[in-house]
T-cell receptor, first 116, second 113 residues
Framework: DAGVIQSPRHEVTEMGQEVTLRCKPISGHNSLFWYRQTMMRGLELLIYFNNNVPIDDSGMPEDRFSAKMPNASFSTLKIQPSEPRDSAVYFC??????????????FGDGTRLSIL | GDSVTQMEGPVTLSEEAFLTINCTYTATGYPSLFWYVQYPGEGLQLLLKATKADDKGSNKGFEATYRKETTSFHLEKGSVQVSDSAVYFCALSEGNQGGKLIFGQGTELSVKP
């Protein structure tokens, strides 16, 4: 079975550029989560969706960050303009059904983002 | 608000030693509890879970028991292997949060041969 698929695996870009991270959740999962992991702050939830609708975006650091889920099989996390402090590993995770508390989340392998 | 606290790492053990990683939580309701493991360069993987008080989750020789009276979910393994070297995360999820997970800060485990 295909797991959560993230692309790209690595991204290196210059400050000020737009960055788009992509995620394909596991088929049939209807909850999707975006996390950021850094040494200093650990694992932070940025935003999550249920049935393609954003439920909680309180973790999105600022207006430079935006996330969309146009359909059940695709989501994007966009940073515009990017800054060096955005360098981190970004994870996408999905779960089912409808985000019940006892259902585990399945994580992708992450996108390692470096902003120069 | 809800929170999870783990013992600080890194934890360094010799192969075949006994492992305990402490985890305590604060929650307003009756959360489900999880342990996730992250190997280098990979995403998090579910290791085990427990959904109600006194439940014991187990997998790959690891165990954790949901203790409501002490609000704890300590991870244990009787004999660790070098391949268990990873970062371990304790997490909780409450029923009214749409599956949202609250993670602890993670504990790095290094097992030496």
């Amino acid at each position: 079975d295909a797991g959560v698929i993230q692309s790209p695996r690595h991204e290196v870009t210059e400050m000020g550029q737009e960055v788009t991270l992509r995620c394909k959740p596991i088929s049939g999962h209807n909850s999707l989560f975006w996390y950021r992991q850094t040494m200093m702050r650990g694992l932070e939830l940025l935003i999550y969706f249920n049935n393609n609708v954003p439920i909680d975006d309180s973790g999105m650091p600022e207006d430079r960050f935006s996330a969309k889920m146009p359909n059940a099989s695709f989501s994007t996390l966009k940073i515009q303009p990017s800054e060096p402090r955005d360098s981190a590993v970004y994870f996408c995770a999905s779960s089912t059904p409808g985000g019940l508390s006892n259902q585990p989340q399945h994580f992708g392998d992450g996108t390692r983002l470096s902003i120069l | 608000g809800d929170s999870v606290t783990q013992m600080e790492g890194p934890v360094t053990l010799s192969e075949e030693a006994f492992l305990t990683i402490n985890c305590t939580y604060t929650a307003t309701g009756y959360p489900s509890l999880f342990w996730y493991v992250q190997y280098p360069g990979e995403g998090l993987q579910l290791l085990l879970k427990a959904t109600k008080a006194d439940d014991k989750g187990s997998n790959k020789g690891f165990e954790a028991t949901y203790r409501k009276e002490t609000t704890s979910f300590h991870l244990e393994k009787g004999s660790v292997q070098v391949s268990d070297s990873a970062v371990y995360f304790c997490a909780l999820s409450e029923g009214n949060q749409g599956g949202k997970l609250i993670f602890g800060q993670g504990t790095e485990l290094s097992v030496k041969p």
